[in-house]
């Protein structure tokens, strides 16, 4: 069975598989934008994290520095 995609009306990067009806957005460019997009965000999310454990130590080893004087 052929997939057959076909166009959509008044949007030029819109496809419909014919066998699944989905709609598929066929724009590389703007879909790799996306990506670089949330990939970015996801790692100043994780940069975020790792400051934010990074702080804890050292608040922890301050603590620890405090309490022996």
């Known amino acids: 069975m052929k997939k057959e995609k076909i166009k959509v009306q008044d949007h030029e990067n819109y496809v419909r598989d014919s066998s ?3 709609i598929i957005n066929t724009d590389i460019k ?3 934008q996306y990506m ?3 990939n970015a965000q996801r790692q ?3 940069d975020i994290r790792d400051l934010q454990n ?3 130590e050292i608040k922890e080893l301050l603590i620890k520095i405090l309490e022996k004087k």
């Open 20 to 22: 699944t009806n989905a």
């Open 30 to 32: 703007s879909y790799k």
């Open 36 to 38: 670089t997009k949330i």
């Open 44 to 46: 100043t999310k994780e």
């Open 54 to 56: 990074e702080m804890s």
